[in-house]
């Protein structure tokens, strides 16, 4: 069964805890949705809006994707597959590294 869906809410204690973690604080944007005229610079509640939209649709689907199996692959096996390599540009590079 899938966890409900965060509230708004729950969705923003998590963006500005995150965001403060980057040193980023978004009460230096101005209040409101209109932008500020002098920098440009979008109001808070349409940076909110943006990110709480991200999170719910770009987040959940990088975390729902899964390595595709390889053939022949059984499917007891197939949790272990977050341990494989990640697939490189030039595997020979590495293949190097690894002797």
């Known amino acids: 069964m899938a966890p409900p869906a965060p509230t708004d809410a729950e969705l923003d204690t998590a963006i500005r ?3 403060a973690i980057l040193g980023i604080d978004l009460d230096q944007l101005p209040p409101g949705t209109t ?3 002098e920098t440009g610079a979008p109001g808070r509640d349409t940076v909110m ?6 999170m719910r649709g770009s987040v959940a689907a990088l975390a729902a994707y899964r390595l595709p199996a390889p053939d022949g692959t059984s499917p007891a096996a197939e949790p272990a597959l977050s341990q494989q390599r990640a ?7 590495g293949t190097e590294w690894r002797k």
Do not use: E, K, Q, T
């Open 87 to 93: 697939p490189m540009l030039y595997p020979s590079i």
């Open 35 to 37: 932008a500020d005229p």
């Open 49 to 54: 809006a943006s990110l709480r939209s991200f």
């Open 17 to 19: 805890a995150r965001l």
